[in-house]
């Protein structure tokens, strides 16, 4: 079975915007995204995301880009 990094991601990002105290439309705001888009991010849709994004998530919650690529066990 193909391992799906969006997923891997999207999982990602919850686990430390929950680890933060934030709500989806908090990091959504401090982002100036939509609500919708960081719910998709952190669902089983396939929602592609730029590194530059990526990276803006990151700094806002305060971890390592790389952390997000780190499968949960």
Excluded at 42 to 52: A, C, G, L
Aim: no cysteine.
């Amino acid at each position: 079975m193909e391992k799906d990094i969006y997923n891997t991601i999207g999982k990602n990002i919850k686990k430390y915007r929950i680890s933060k105290g934030l709500k989806q439309h908090d990091l959504a705001s401090k982002l100036y995204m939509s609500d919708s888009f960081i719910a998709k991010l952190e669902s089983k849709t396939r929602q592609t995301i730029s590194i530059d994004t990526l990276e803006q998530i990151a700094k806002t919650l305060d971890v390592d880009i790389a952390d997000f690529f780190k499968e949960q066990k």
